[in-house]
Structures are given as structure tokens and as C-alpha cells.
């Protein structure tokens, strides 16, 4: 282990499958599943190589990875307001992060570095550069986060999830390869079966409602007005609440099912008439291999409103319905929902064009990628 890094889970992590594997590789992703998710579905086509996992402590990376890889960790966060001390504490870390993941690829003897962007990046690109060894980054959201834009001109490849993040990487050497999901939503057609703990009948409307890794409590709460009006239709409702809910016991009925969490949303989201979501990139791409219809409702404090972005590339697609938290009442959207209810064939539309916007090869395509930047 580095000096001055943490490794998590290393004692217990597999041995690589192979015996001559052909490349190692650093894998940079931490904090969400939106960051996490796409990166593990890469690792988990990169048979061939040996695979080490770069994160910060106390972050989901913690829970899903070591069981799988080697983790190692280093301190880093972001900006809080202008400039200032927490600004300068700030570029400490990073020299201080970016010298120990230099360590780290010099002494593992690393080939590349692969990573989904986020704050770990930055270290992760810059010390992979130092080194000239190849950085490819992957972005799966349809506006560029601040360090993907920052750094994208360093990275001897940036991958796009949607072709309108191009726009905004112009000293960027980017090719669309779309966004790598979880294995289970690619058999995602054969799971809706799966759904062995939620019994709903087979020809009953269901709506689910997911506000993303960190919920959403100001969906919920519409939602939850809503749905007397929706389970009065005939309607079944799985709403995931997420954890910060303190309101998510308050609604019963039998055929409302909510859960903090749900593992197996490939066969949700399958099962699903229409969804209730924010737009996260790896949500949508979700939905998309899916043939989900959707509402979209923007977290309205993402990061430059990035999530609007995403949203509206599926709503100019007809694959969802996008709409402003700011101008969304509980009304408003049980009108919403029974209108396209009413419609049947415009949800059967809206399915159709969920699904052009699927890239179901994506992790083939990122690995193909990496391969021919480490060789």
C-alpha cells in the first residue's frame, strides 16, 4: 500500500480471472451511483486486466466495491461557496491527493487510468498525465460537470454519454459510446418476473416513483398527495423514498408499496407503465434500456442545472414529459399522470422512444476504448 493512502478491502478482493492478465488498470469513480454505477458496469466487462478502485473514504465506493476490487482512498471534495480558506485547504488536498495517486500508479505499475468523473478525477487525470499514461474519462451527463470540462483537454480520450456534451468539450478528444449500465437492466426484459418480494398483479397500471441515490422529499410529498386519486383509478404505486424522507411511513395503502431502496430496479423499471424520476444520467439511461415512459423532474439544485440538460434531451426525443419542480403541484401532477394514462398509445410513443435513445453495447464499447488507449 502507498504511504499515505487508505486500502479498503484488498485482503478480501478476488484474484483477477486471468493468470497473464494484459493490462492494470486504476478505476477513479466515487461519491453516487450515478458516478459509481457506470463505472462498475465497465470493470465488470474488463475481464482481461487487473482492476484497482480509486475512492474517498466514507462514500458509496466503501459499500460496492472492495468485495470485488482492490480500494484504495484519498481525501478530496469541492468547492463551497467563492474563494476563500476552505478554497485554499481545498488546493492542498488536491496537491496532496494528486502526489499519493502519482505514488500509487508508479508503484502498482499501472498501464491507464479510467474514470467517471467527479471530484476524485481531477487527481486521478493529473497524476495519470504526469506519468504520461493514458487518462480516459467518461461523462455521462448532457452538460459536462466543471472538472470534466477543466480536464477533458488532458484526457487522451473523454467518452460521452449524450452526443450534446460534445458542444461543450471543443479541446476534447470525445467519441459518443452512451452510458454503461449494470448487467441485470440488459437482461432487463427477461426480470419482470424478478420481482419476487413486491407482488403485483399482471395486468394491474403501475407507476413507480424514484427520486435517484438521494431521494427526493419534495417529489415524495406530492406524490404521496397524489396518489389517493391514482390508486382510486386502479393504479399500483412503488414509490422509492430514499432514506432522508421523514415523512415516508405516512402514507398506507394496499396497493401503495414504498421502500427506502430496491435492489433490483431493472425488473421495476420493466414492470413499470410510467415512472416518476429525477433525471441523474444513469437513471435515464435506466429507463431508456427499460422502454420506460417518464415524468422527469429535475433536481433543482444540481450542479448548473445539469439535470434540466439531461432531461431535455429525452423530452425532444418524446421519450419523457419534463417538468420544473418550481411549477409541479400535487394537482398538477395527478392531472399529468391520468392524462397519459388516458393515452395509452402515447405512453406505447413515449416507450418506443425511450428505447432509440438506449445504447445497449455501451460497456463493449467502453471497454474497447480503454483497451485500445492502454495498448
Not at 59 to 84: A, C, D, I, N
Not at 208 to 219: I, K, R, T, Y
Request: contains cysteine; charged residues 15%.
Amino acid at each position: 500500500m502507498v504511504e499515505g493512502l487508505s486500502a479498503v478491502g484488498s485482503q478480501t478482493a478476488p484474484a483477477a480471472k486471468l493468470t497473464q492478465p494484459t493490462a492494470k488498470l486504476l478505476i477513479a469513480a466515487s461519491g453516487t451511483g450515478g458516478h459509481l454505477f457506470p463505472a462498475i458496469a465497465t470493470a465488470q466487462q474488463l475481464s482481461d486486466y487487473t482492476v484497482e478502485w480509486l475512492g474517498v473514504p466514507d462514500r458509496l465506493e466503501t459499500q460496492l466495491v472492495p468485495e470485488s476490487y482492490p480500494l484504495h482512498t484519498v481525501k478530496m471534495g469541492g468547492v463551497q461557496g467563492g474563494f476563500g480558506l476552505s478554497t485554499l485547504k481545498l488546493l492542498a488536498r488536491f496537491a496532496k491527493s494528486t502526489a499519493q495517486v502519482r505514488r500509487l500508479l508508479k508503484r502498482g505499475k499501472f498501464d491507464g487510468v479510467f474514470t467517471t468523473g467527479g471530484y476524485i478525477a481531477a487527481p486521478a487525470i493529473i497524476a495519470a498525465r504526469s506519468l504520461d499514461l493514458p487518462a480516459i474519462l467518461h461523462e455521462s451527463n448532457a452538460l459536462p460537470g466543471k472538472v470534466t470540462r477543466f480536464l477533458s483537454p488532458w484526457c487522451t480520450t473523454v467518452a460521452l454519454g449524450f452526443k450534446e456534451a460534445a458542444a461543450h468539450l471543443p479541446k476534447a478528444n470525445t467519441v459518443v459510446v452512451g452510458t454503461p449500465v449494470r448487467s441485470q437492466f440488459l437482461a432487463a426484459a427477461q426480470n419482470a418476473a424478478g420481482l419476487t418480494d413486491i407482488e403485483i398483479p399482471p395486468d394491474a397500471p403501475l407507476i413507480v416513483v424514484v427520486g435517484g441515490s438521494q431521494g427526493a422529499v419534495a417529489v415524495n410529498q406530492m406524490v404521496r398527495a397524489a396518489a389517493p386519486s391514482w390508486l382510486e383509478e386502479g393504479k399500483w404505486i412503488v414509490h422509492i423514498t430514499g432514506t432522508s424522507d421523514p415523512d415516508a411511513d405516512s402514507f398506507k395503502h394496499p396497493h401503495y408499496i414504498h421502500r427506502p431502496f430496491y435492489d433490483n430496479m431493472a425488473a421495476l423499471f420493466q414492470r413499470a407503465n410510467l415512472a416518476i424520476s429525477r433525471a441523474g444520467a444513469g437513471t435515464l439511461i435506466e429507463l431508456a434500456i427499460t422502454r420506460t415512459p417518464s415524468i422527469l423532474i429535475p433536481y433543482p439544485f444540481a450542479a448548473e442545472d445539469h439535470q434540466t440538460y439531461n432531461a431535455n434531451a429525452f423530452a425532444q426525443a418524446g421519450a419523457s414529459e419534463l417538468h420544473q419542480q418550481s411549477s409541479l403541484s400535487a394537482e398538477k401532477l395527478e392531472s399529468l399522470v391520468t392524462g397519459l394514462f388516458d393515452q395509452p398509445q402515447q405512453l406505447e410513443s413515449m416507450s418506443e422512444a425511450a428505447y432509440r435513445l438506449a445504447t445497449t453495447d455501451s460497456a463493449d464499447k467502453m471497454t474497447q476504448l480503454i483497451g485500445q488507449q492502454l495498448t
